[in-house]
């Protein structure tokens, strides 16, 4: 017995001696890096395991033989971690508290990328700022960026080709000047009645009419009311259109009242028009208004023109008042200006394009100018043959050859039943002729 003790306690000393050893060694490495290591003796259970694969050497490194001694391990609560991240994210945006702070960051971050040689505009609003600020992400941030470099280098191409242009005018006038001069040193000068019209005598002439359709000239409605359907770029997009349908008007020789109705004071189209017109806007012979087109006028008189309206504008009535609405029909809701016309139970009409032309391409939804003029020349000389060659010609092959509502299609017509009921008599007589041949045979 006293021999069994020995032998065990041998083997215990000789495997402590093993352990330390075998620490000793590992202390100079577990400051870079440990390796997983498992010891093993035959003979005997016993097993050691060196805790991960990596450990940092700031953390301690804690050696846990029993299983029982092995403290519980926490578990992370993933919604508290959640709430915790999003209180901070919600603190550092709080930091900015004024909307100053909100636009001095942009405005450096714009800095930073013009640093970096991206694309960036020169010149930058403060209503454009203050857009790039309320972006929600930086990639949409980048975009607009991107957007406003690309119309910014657009309007650089446009005004170079336009003092390139004016540059080849005035040399053009030049050369006509001396040539003028020589000529009139040639030739002898001549007596005429005949006064040269300037453009200051064609304006005045312009403003007499437009403030003679104020007052006696038939009305034509804008409906404004549509700015909350379209994105910024089609909202000026119609502003652009309005002001050639507005010019249009102006020259014409028996120009419409125009209204523009539903027009919100500091409105997106208010103050686009402002910007376009600047200090001309208070000059314009037109009429604009807050109220609806129903509050001025009675509804028996008002004719809503859209696309998508059933019934087909046969004439153009000069007692009636013709409204359009005005907007970009290609980003908008479908049958927008037909659903508002039946919500304010008013009358519906669209134009008989499928009775004249031979449409092949696209949808019937015209621009706001092309409209003014279509209007303007039916207004003037009531031939739609004339006014549907506004149309854009992508869009149609041509003119039907007949046209259904014409006077001459229906004479054509007449002249073809008159025809074919002489035709018929004459092969009921020649019917009537045989039938006897028949017989006497």
Not at 385 to 391: D, G, I, S, T, W
Request: net charge positive; aromatic share 10%.
């Amino acid at each position: 017995m006293s021999f069994m003790h020995g032998n065990s306690l041998v083997r215990n000393l000789s495997l402590s001696y093993k352990m330390s050893t075998c620490f000793t060694f590992l202390r100079h490495f577990v400051k870079r890096s440990v390796v997983p290591f498992v010891l093993r003796k035959k003979g005997t259970g016993l097993y050691f395991t060196i805790l991960h694969k990596h450990f940092s050497s700031r953390t301690p490194i804690l050696f846990y033989p029993n299983k029982e001694n092995v403290p519980p391990i926490e578990k992370i609560d993933l919604d508290e971690w959640k709430n915790t991240m999003k209180s901070s994210l919600q603190e550092e945006r709080s930091s900015f508290t004024t909307s100053d702070d909100i636009l001095t960051a942009t405005r450096e971050w714009i800095e930073m990328c013009r640093l970096l040689n991206r694309e960036v505009p020169e010149h930058i609003s403060d209503q454009d700022l203050k857009m790039i600020a309320e972006c929600p992400s930086k990639k949409s941030k980048k975009k607009k960026l991107k957007y406003l470099y690309i119309k910014e280098m657009h309007k650089k191409a446009k005004k170079e080709k336009q003092e390139k242009k004016r540059a080849e005018m005035d040399e053009i006038e030049k050369q006509k000047q001396l040539g003028n001069a020589e000529e009139s040193k040639n030739t002898e000068l001549t007596n005429t009645f005949l006064l040269p019209l300037k453009n200051r005598a064609w304006k005045t002439e312009w403003d007499w009419r437009n403030a003679q359709a104020m007052i006696f000239g038939q009305p034509l409605v804008f409906d404004m009311a549509y700015e909350n359907f379209m994105p910024e770029r089609d909202l000026k997009n119609t502003v652009c259109q309005l002001l050639e349908s507005e010019g249009a008007n102006r020259k014409n020789i028996d120009p419409f009242h125009i209204y523009f109705c539903n027009l919100k004071v500091d409105g997106v189209y208010h103050k686009e028009l402002i910007y376009r017109y600047k200090e001309k806007w208070d000059q314009l012979l037109l009429t604009t208004t807050e109220k609806s087109h129903v509050d001025i006028f009675p509804r028996e008189r008002l004719i809503y023109l859209t696309a998508d309206s059933p019934n087909v504008m046969t004439t153009f009535r000069h007692d009636k008042i013709y409204i359009i609405g005005s907007f970009v029909d290609k980003c908008s809701q479908p049958r927008i200006s037909y659903a508002n016309a039946k919500r304010l139970n008013i009358a519906s009409e669209r134009l008989p394009l499928d009775q004249y032309l031979q449409w092949e391409i696209g949808n019937k939804n015209l621009t706001l100018d092309q409209m003014m003029w279509i209007l303007l020349t039916l207004k003037n000389t009531g031939d739609w043959e004339k006014a549907l060659k506004f149309v854009p010609k992508r869009k149609h092959s041509g003119f039907h050859n007949i046209s259904i509502n014409s006077k001459n299609f229906v004479k054509d017509l007449q002249k073809n039943r008159l025809g074919i009921k002489k035709s018929f008599r004459k092969l009921s007589s020649n019917a009537k002729g045989w039938g006897t041949w028949w017989k006497d045979e």
